[in-house]
C-alpha cells in the first residue's frame, strides 16, 4: 500500500456540495465528512455525484475557543464514488485543487 501525500484528519463536519449535471445545471445537496486533508476529503451523502464531476463544497467548521463558526471552502474533482453496500454507507472522494479558509458562517460555495 502506497503511503499517502497528506495526513487526513477523522472530521464529521456537515457539508455543502455543488456540481454541474449532464445538461449544465448545478445541483446542490448536503452531506457529512468523514475525513479531511490539505489535498482532498471523503463525504458520506446520499446523492452522489459522478466520478470526475467538478465540484465545489463548503465544510461548516465549528466555533473554537471563542473563535466564530466558520467554513473551508473549496474546489476539486470527484476521484471515486461508493455506492451505500450493507452497512457502509454512500459516499465519495474529492481531490481539492482550490481551498481558501473563511471566518464567519455567512457566504456561499
Not at 449544465?24 to 476529503?41: E, F, K, P, Y
Not at 463525504?43 to 473554537?64: C, E, M, R, V, Y
Request: aromatic share 8%.
Amino acid at each position: 500500500m502506497q503511503p499517502r501525500e497528506h495526513n487526513r484528519y477523522r472530521l464529521g463536519v456537515p457539508v455543502i456540495f455543488l456540481w454541474k449535471d449532464g445538461q449544465g445545471i448545478w445541483q446542490q445537496h448536503m452531506g457529512l465528512t468523514r475525513d479531511l486533508s490539505v489535498g482532498g476529503a471523503f463525504i458520506f451523502a446520499t446523492d452522489l455525484p459522478p466520478s470526475g464531476a467538478d465540484l465545489k463544497f463548503q465544510a461548516l467548521l465549528p466555533a473554537n475557543k471563542g473563535a466564530l463558526p466558520g467554513g473551508l471552502h473549496a474546489r476539486g474533482r470527484v476521484v471515486r464514488a461508493e455506492p451505500a453496500r450493507g452497512a457502509n454507507l454512500a459516499g465519495f472522494a474529492v481531490a481539492l485543487e482550490k481551498r481558501i479558509v473563511l471566518r464567519g458562517g455567512g457566504g456561499s460555495c
